[in-house]
């Protein structure tokens, strides 16, 4: 089993760029979380999914924080545009999402994003 | 609001003595209780979990052990090795399908 794939591994932009996320979860998991890990605040859940469908955005920051699941196997998060103080790793897990919340989530190796 | 607070933030221990990492989480619905560990540049992986209906759980040199009536949860990690340095997060399930996490204890293995 490959795991969670995440792409790009690194990226530096500029303020105000557009900057796309990607992620393809583990083949059959029904669950796909995305974070954002900072030394200042830790672990954060931005969003996630069940079943292709967000449950909770309430984690994304603002505005221009976007993200979409058009099938069972990818998920973009999107910043538009970005700033310096979106710069941080960004992961994405899944899980099997059979135990609604309950179950291992698997992480991808994450992004480390620089808006410069 | 729901959340799981951890401590300490940073444990210092002796190679060979035991480590023990403790969490608090407020929500008394909270029912599964897993414990990752991430070590330096990579990504967090499940080292061991607990259901609510157990009070302790081993693996090997690892145990946790669970207070539901306090709303405690505890990491106990015997004879610590150096591979065992890492930032240690402990989470609870939510109200909403989703994982509240405790902001991370840094365990340091002395030489």
């Known amino acids: 089993d490959a795991g969670v794939i995440q792409s790009p591994r690194h990226e530096v932009t500029e303020m105000g760029q557009e900057v796309t996320l990607r992620c393809k979860p583990i083949s059959g998991h029904n669950s796909l979380f995305w974070y954002r890990q900072t030394m200042m605040r830790g672990l954060e859940l931005l969003i996630y999914f069940n079943n292709n469908v967000p449950i909770d955005d309430s984690g994304m920051p603002e505005d221009r924080f976007s993200a979409k699941m058009p099938n069972a196997s990818f998920s973009t998060l999107k910043i538009q545009p970005s700033e310096p103080r979106d710069s941080a790793v960004y992961f994405c897990?899944?899980?099997?999402?059979?135990?609604?919340?309950?179950?291992?989530?698997?992480f991808g190796p994450g992004t480390r994003l620089t808006v410069l | 609001g729901e959340n799981v607070e951890q401590h300490p933030s940073t444990l210092s221990v002796q190679e060979g003595d035991s480590a023990v990492i403790k969490c608090t989480y407020s929500d008394s619905a909270s029912n599964y209780f897993p414990w990752y560990k991430q070590e330096l540049g990579k990504r967090p992986q499940l080292i061991i979990d607990?259901?609510?209906n157990v009070g302790e759980k081993k693996d090997q040199r690892i145990a946790v052990t669970l207070n539901k009536t306090a709303k405690h949860f505890s990491l106990h990690i015997t004879e610590t090795q150096p591979e065992d340095s890492a930032v240690y997060f402990c989470?609870?399930?939510?109200?909403?399908?989703?994982?509240?996490w405790g902001a991370g204890t840094k365990l340091i293995i002395k030489p």
């Open positions: 897990a899944s899980s099997p999402g059979q135990e609604f919340g309950r179950d291992t989530q698997y």
């Open positions: 607990i259901r609510s």
């Open positions: 989470a609870a399930s939510g109200s909403n399908y989703q994982l509240i």
